[in-house]
């Protein structure tokens, strides 16, 4: 991908732009089956003051072929031929190549598109020094990035949730400021960024943080629509577009065209939209209601409903306006911790909010002065009546059965498992966790050179800089570049000036953080739950998830009771469904402790070979007993001495309680080279407690 010439053509109807929507893409308006998708990418488009748009769901949903279906119908741009940053005429203001000439020759364009790589770097994105000037001519320049490129359009990232934390703030920064500062490497710019921000992520691929979920204006939960018909028609229109892209997309010009003039004249109109104290006030009590944190929920609310009422053809918003906006706005701005879901209680909200409209039973209207009058025949995409829509209602992300760690669940009945040890079955039962706390720091040893995250030492492309290399990528180091040049000497000139070629280019090596793999491999036997110990057990693994979720790692769960054992979770960066399989563990039975290691060996030998650079980190949970099969301890030793050969980092959280204690797990730490750690001793407040005991004692 390009980041765009630096000459505009005066039309480009006959000369594609590569950022602009490329020709094959899918027919916005031939989309079936994602109502709530369409309208929050229309409600951006029109005001892009709303922030973006953020859209959650699970693979083949049409995510992606409907962002790339949005540039086609948004309205053609004029711009200052010449401006690598897509200035309009009379809108060059601070533009670093300008001023422009009022007088200067425009041309137009179609708005763009541009897709961000996950493997993109912050100067790609951002811009940074001109290499080939810097070098060549000895000057200072500045080289445009992404954001220059995407400027008055719309900028795409696919799979947001892989994207490092720093960029995506980069972004939502740009986003939220309409413009883009650097100052790095002797360049310091500021231009213009008027982006439309659009993000999509699968959740079974992990969770953005939730200070960069409130930092987007709308999300939209979408899923594959459940009715045959309505399955049908989304596949026949996929096959016939791909027997015949042009055909098919002339079948729907005129509809595209009208939904181009409208995103226009809606554009054009958002700025005279009267927003009443009545209706603001409805917004604060709504989002005071849900209990959002700050103040971003009701300005966002606010905007989308402006921009829903300037789309739906009115010039005062209503509380119709209103509800639109807030199932967008606040889904996302409802978690109160990491392992919850976003969603919306539409029933509280439609309590609310009262009526749009007057009530067709004879019952006194509860707010008569928010009464509107009722939507426009023919006016579906700006529909929005409460009614619970397939493909698109956030319902599901509120029935997931998924709490907060922090919210025992005290209705579970707790069944008493038998001693494992007999040769009876014993009964299996579920118990809850107990509040989770801020556990310990376990890392890997050595330097790794793994994905930039917060848990072992490792060279990333984030950090503090240790060294230099000639490699040709990584930000540049000067100094080691100039030492470079001035081994290799002069030019011969008269000048003496020493002259750097591209050879000598020199590149900063990084040292910070990285993401692991944490596999937990979970003992569920009935000796974990004889002495009531599993509800610790699970606080300790919760604790654990939590850790790995604030550290970006992936997170796989392995779990052993009875006669075998489980890959409960295959590894993912999804915490939060780690966290739910969790809580629905049953216990009891034997202690097949052998095949519980077994089954996380051969997890950990397929992820080495999908992802050399990652490192593993494995945390077994277990008392050590071992009571399954023949020379059941003696097996689980050798699977142990395995792992250990294979250089598996461990360690074994050890929890066996009692007064009497066999040393089991010790001993297996042993076995594995693992750190060993009683389960008391996993939180850190139990480290400082034992530190500040320690001095006491010393004073």
């Known amino acids: 991908m390009r980041d765009g010439s630096n000459d505009v053509p005066n039309d480009v109807s006959d000369n594609p732009d590569q950022h602009g929507s490329p020709p094959g893409t899918f027919p916005f308006s031939a989309v079936v089956g994602s109502d709530d ?65 009022p007088d200067a020759e425009a041309g137009t364009r179609a708005a763009r598109l541009v897709e ?45 949730n892989l994207l490092h934390d720093h960029l995506v703030d980069l972004l939502l920064d740009a986003a939220a400021m309409g413009r883009n500062t650097v100052e790095r490497d002797g360049v310091s710019v500021s231009h213009a960024a008027r982006i439309v921000l659009v993000g999509t992520m ?79 006030t409805k917004i604060a009590t709504v989002c005071a209601a849900f209990e959002v944190d700050g103040l971003r929920a009701d300005i966002v609310t606010a905007r989308a409903a402006v921009a829903h009422a300037a789309w739906s053809g009115r010039t005062v918003v209503t509380v119709a306006d209103v509800r639109a906006a807030a199932r967008l706005a606040l889904p996302h701005r409802r978690r109160r911790n990491p392992f919850d879901s976003p969603g919306l209680d539409e029933d509280l909200l439609d309590e609310l909010l009262g009526d749009d409209e007057p009530d067709p039973e004879p019952e006194p209207d509860p707010d008569p002065g928010d009464g509107g009058e009722p939507e426009p025949g023919g006016d579906e995409p700006a529909r929005d009546d409460g009614e619970a829509r397939p493909s698109t209602s956030p319902e599901p992300a509120r029935t997931d059965g998924q709490e907060s760690p922090r919210e025992p669940q005290p209705q579970r009945a707790e069944v008493e498992p038998g001693p494992s040890e007999s040769g009876a079955p014993a009964a299996s039962a579920v118990s809850a966790a107990d509040e989770p706390y801020r556990a310990k720091l376990l890392r890997a040893k050595g330097i790794g050179q793994g994905d930039p995250g917060r848990r072992s030492v490792a060279l990333t492309s ?73 509800e610790a057990v699970k606080s300790a693994v919760l604790s654990l998830l939590l850790d790995a979720y604030q550290r970006r790692d992936k997170v796989g769960l392995v779990t052993f009771r009875g006669s075998g054992a489980e890959l409960t979770l295959p590894p993912t960066g999804s915490v939060d469904i780690a966290a739910r399989r969790l809580r629905d563990l049953p216990h009891g039975g034997r202690t097949p402790l052998a095949e519980g290691l077994g089954t996380a060996y051969d997890t950990l030998r397929v992820e080495r070979l999908r992802d050399p650079n990652r490192r593993a980190l494995l945390v077994v949970v277990t008392d050590g007993r071992a009571t399954t099969g023949p020379d059941a301890l003696g097996r689980a030793a ?25 040393g089991l797990a010790a001993r297996l730490a042993e076995h594995l080279g693992a750190e060993h750690l009683p389960v008391g001793e996993l939180a850190a407040s139990a480290i400082v407690g034992a530190a500040h005991a320690s001095r006491e004692r010393a004073a």
């Open 462 to 534: 984030t950090g503090r800089r240790v060294g230099s290399t000639n490699s040709h990528t990584g930000p540049v180091h000067l100094p080691a570049t100039i030492r470079a040049a001035a081994a290799r000497g002069t030019t011969g000139d008269r000048s003496g000036r020493l002259r750097v070629l591209p050879g000598d280019l020199r590149r900063s090596v990084l040292q910070g953080r990285e993401s692991n793999l944490v596999l937990l491999c979970v003992d569920a036997s009935g000796s974990m739950a004889a002495r009531k110990r599993m």
């Open 37 to 101: 998708l369409a309208l929050a990418l229309v409600l951006t488009a029109v005001s892009p003051e709303v922030g973006g748009v953020l859209v959650r769901g699970e693979k083949g949903t049409a995510k992606s072929t409907m962002v790339r279906g949005l540039a086609a119908v948004l309205p053609r741009q004029q711009v200052v031929a010449g401006c690598r940053f897509g200035c309009a005429p009379g809108d060059g203001a601070g533009c670093p190549d300008g001023p422009h000439d």
């Open 202 to 280: 699968n959740p079974e691929e992990g969770e953005l943080r939730p200070q960069l979920l409130d930092r987007f204006g709308l999300t939209v939960e979408v899923a594959a629509p459940r009715e045959p018909a309505l399955r049908a028609e989304v596949v026949r229109r996929r096959l016939a577009f791909d027997a015949a892209p042009g055909a098919f997309a002339a079948r729907f010009e005129d509809d595209q065209e009208a939904l181009r003039e409208r995103i226009a004249d809606a554009r054009s109109r958002v700025g005279a939209v009267v927003l009443t104290d009545q209706v603001l």
């Open 116 to 160: 961000l790589p996950i493997g993109a770097t912050e100067d790609r994105v951002v811009g940074s020094l001109d290499l080939e000037r810097a070098l060549g001519r000895g000057e200072t320049a500045y080289q445009p990035g992404l954001l220059a490129a995407a400027n008055r359009g719309i900028l795409y990232v696919d799979e947001v």
């Open 638 to 662: 050798r699977v142990a001495t395995q792992l250990r050969h294979e250089g598996v980092e461990s360690v074994v959280l050890d929890c066996e309680s009692g007064r009497f204690r066999m």
